[in-house]
């Protein structure tokens, strides 16, 4: 119940496109739902986060799709750039209980 | 600047010694923690600490101790005990003021042990 499953664990994607990575959950007691992004050789950093009240959140390129009925959520880069490429980690938390990481999508942008 | 160091970034060990992994926080955050990065793993929690002198332990804490000493220090013992040690260590720091205050990661350090 405390797993949080993150899908594809590789994706490559052409500069100019669309990349999604999907998460899913099981503990519907969860209310904190952060994406971490993380080049290679660095820790991961916060790159866009949603509470459940909402079903969508945009910051510039990047968008979280929520949807709570159904326990997943997902990141959409649009106009993916080279620069976009990393591994990107989804998670959860119960309040400020401490998150639980899914597997990381390590996205490649070729240009 | 304000942030985590950790050191070394790359550390190397025999088999059957202990070695101390280093976080250092200056961000003023009242609780840290400690992951382990694996790949096709993601990040499992080892330990946490949400005040100095108090710590609890993770989903993965087995093979390894912490101490808190200091709100600014959280330093990891990989112990002999633990079966595989090689691993990317990342050591975060988070404020307890806000609600859901979002993790802030070290540089991380990659344990080898041969």
């Known amino acids: 119940q405390q797993q949080v499953k993150q899908s594809p664990q590789s994706l490559i994607v052409q500069k100019g496109g669309i990349s999604i990575i999907n998460c899913a959950y099981e503990n519907t007691a969860f209310d904190y739902f952060p994406w971490y992004q993380q080049f290679p050789g660095k820790g991961p950093a916060l790159l866009i986060a949603i509470r459940p009240d909402v079903s969508e959140k945009k910051e510039g390129r990047f968008t979280i799709s929520f949807n709570k009925s159904a326990k997943q959520f997902s990141l959409h880069i649009m106009d993916s750039q080279p620069g976009d490429s990393a591994t990107y980690f989804c998670a959860a938390s119960k309040g400020a209980q401490k998150l639980v990481f899914g597997q990381g999508t390590r996205l490649t942008i070729n240009p | 600047d304000g942030g985590i160091t950790q050191s070394p970034k790359y550390l190397f060990r025999k088999e059957g010694q202990n070695v101390t992994l280093s976080c250092e926080q200056n961000?003023?955050?009242?609780?840290m923690y400690w992951y382990r990065q694996d790949p096709g793993q993601g990040l499992r929690l080892i330990y946490y600490?949400?005040?100095?002198?108090?710590?609890q332990k993770g989903d993965i804490a087995e093979g390894y101790s912490v101490s808190r000493e200091k709100k600014e220090s959280f330093p990891l013992t990989v112990t002999s005990a633990q079966k595989n040690p090689t691993a990317f260590y990342l050591c975060?720091?988070?404020?307890?003021?806000?609600?859901?205050?979002?993790?802030?990661f070290g540089n991380g350090t990659r344990l080898t042990v041969t």
């Open positions: 975060a720091s988070s404020s307890r003021d806000s609600y859901n205050s979002p993790l802030h």
């Open positions: 961000l003023n955050h009242d609780a």
């Open positions: 600490s949400q005040i100095v002198n108090d710590f």
